[in-house]
């Protein structure tokens, strides 16, 4: 049976080509997998001459219109009712397709599919999950961006999200779940995380909640569910990227700086291949947007065809896994929390 | 002229052991140091016994009290009040020590600190500050956790602090202060960000406010300073350290993995000496109580004597350097700003 992806291939730094090399890609892998490509005629058509596999596997939608990388989501959304990125998240609302995968411009991508697509009944926002690596199993982090300020029943919502994935396309029985915090002992932190520990606690949900997680504990993999406001979540993300960068950085440095380094570097080769391969980036590519009403999948902007096809995958398993059915069922069995009255369990304005 | 710094002997996993140990290489380097030090007699005593020179400049104040490591900070106030950290500060609150360093419970330091010493004129509250590495020049980052929630006011007397102690103590003589957020446009992150980002640009003070930095610029070294809340920042640091260990364990599996590899290790060594001390954790051990009226540095509870002397190291910086005279100075210069009166920029209750 096809799974039918709708991929703006307009949207990211190295737009049209790596899209399309990256769809490619994905369907040498996963031949079940069927395209409708919304972009410039003009730039992919003569790209899908090169990929006759491809062609036949895909429809192309023509579209001149294109959200910019720095549009203000308010603006894309008036302006871009025709842009590659509004047609492939449209393609999801009326059925069309099964998701849609854009590297554009992220607050654009979440406006939009907010709007079109809806919440999941239950979730009050969504959030911006990825996979990332650890000492041990990957860990689903949750919200990496998309909230700046979150209530104690938006980190709930988004720890019952995790989870639900975590166990749908990781393939993880019984999901350990954390809530990010300071400390590890129940006072720390402030009260919106404090609140949400006991909106979790009290869900009457069967979800493995093991308490608070500090930094350490999510890279050492002691969770595979972290759950955070999207502003820690997201600096979080960065400082980890930012600090493997630095890393590798210095140690590219360190093995040129003599030629004993250089040759030392040789012979170590194919077992610094396995480090790389392991933490690269690209094969952890693809963020979803947890809880809208559909599966939209954000690509890293300035990623190659590699990661790109790891974003299709990443929707082709949300998909496939029927991950938003399971869900909307876990949330239907949330329990009435009788402490989600407290003050600090009161959503606050959330500001992007 | 000698410099008289107290320390807390029975603090950290370590103690004594390392804390004597460090002491003596501190001296070494810095023969004008002096300390008095606080801890139980019978351990300290033989300690000391196989470092005379470090007997010589030291004099042992005997007691039996020690905060514990799980102690909460309320109870380590109530019943703290003998204990080698309460009067380690208590020598710095009576003058007869321009400094105390522990190695022992952060809460229950920062705690008798404030009970103590007060903060400086102008300071609503300390911030913990340290210096991490970059890809370029070190950065001083705070607030590392002394603060869960952080008013505009607070966020904008940390970047105050921050570039006083670039200044003072790491010798930048005109120190790029950034806001650490989810986005560089000034419409980015949640309303408290913003209005520090105008308290900076409207305070009269001549710092070179950047504007906002991500965690990719954290490490990438944009900044000298960087300013954010104590649940953020302690999050980044952890992760930061985390995906630093995470890294290092892996790279040590590789040159395990086979003879070839081990081989490259070998020849390779001396070079990866050079990266290693370049991220060498101890040497950037130390975090100061910024804010406090009296210089109070927290060493990590696990680290070394080699660890341990840097922490010292920097509380004699700190206090040779008139830190503290510089960041009262500067808060004397601030302008009165009209727009703080604004919603956004009034205290939140500040829960640790």
């Not at 769809?23 to 395209?35: H, V």
């Not at 099964?98 to 590297?103: C, F, I, P, R």
């Not at 019952?160 to 999901?175: D, I, Q, S, T, W």
Request: charged residues 20%; hydrophobic residues 45%.
């Amino acid at each position: 049976m096809s799974v039918v992806i709708a991929l703006d291939v307009m949207g990211g730094d190295r737009a049209p080509e790596i899209v399309i090399e990256g769809a490619d890609l994905a369907l040498g892998r996963n031949p079940e997998l069927r395209f409708i490509l919304f972009g410039d005629e003009a730039r992919v058509g003569p790209l899908l001459a090169g990929h006759p596999a491809l062609r036949q596997a895909a429809e192309l939608h023509h579209t001149p219109d294109a959200v910019a990388a720095d549009a203000k989501p308010s603006a894309a959304l008036r302006q871009g009712r025709n842009s590659s990125m509004r047609l492939a998240i449209d393609a999801v609302q009326d059925g069309r397709a099964g998701a849609a995968v854009s590297a554009g411009n992220t607050g654009a991508l979440m406006a939009m599919a907010m709007i079109v697509l809806k919440t999941l009944p239950g979730i009050d926002r969504p959030a911006i999950a990825s996979v990332l690596p650890t000492k041990r199993s990957p860990v689903v982090f949750l919200d990496l961006g998309a909230n700046a300020v979150c209530s104690a029943e938006m980190l709930f919502q988004f720890a019952v999200m995790g989870e639900v994935y975590a166990r749908a396309v990781l393939g993880v029985a019984k999901p350990r779940v954390g809530l990010l915090n300071i400390g590890t002992e129940e006072v720390k932190g402030d009260g919106v995380v404090r609140s949400a520990a006991a909106l979790v606690r009290d869900s009457g949900l069967p979800i493995d909640y093991v308490g608070f997680v500090e930094g350490t504990g999510v890279t050492a993999g002691t969770v595979d569910v972290v759950v955070t406001d999207g502003f820690t979540g997201n600096v979080a993300l960065k400082i980890a990227e930012g600090t493997a960068s630095m890393f590798t950085h210095s140690l590219r440095q360190v093995f040129e700086s003599s030629l004993r380094a250089k040759l030392g570097y040789l012979l170590a080769r194919p077992a610094l291949r396995g480090l790389r391969d392991r933490f690269d980036p690209r094969l952890y590519n693809g963020a979803m947007f947890l809880g809208v009403n559909g599966v939209v999948v954000k690509s890293h902007g300035g990623t190659d065809s590699v990661g790109f096809a790891a974003a299709i995958r990443a929707a082709l398993d949300l998909i496939s896994r029927g991950t938003n059915e399971r869900i909307i069922e876990e949330m239907g069995r949330v329990a009435i929390p009788d402490e989600a009255d407290g003050d600090a369990a009161k959503p606050q304005a959330a500001t992007g």
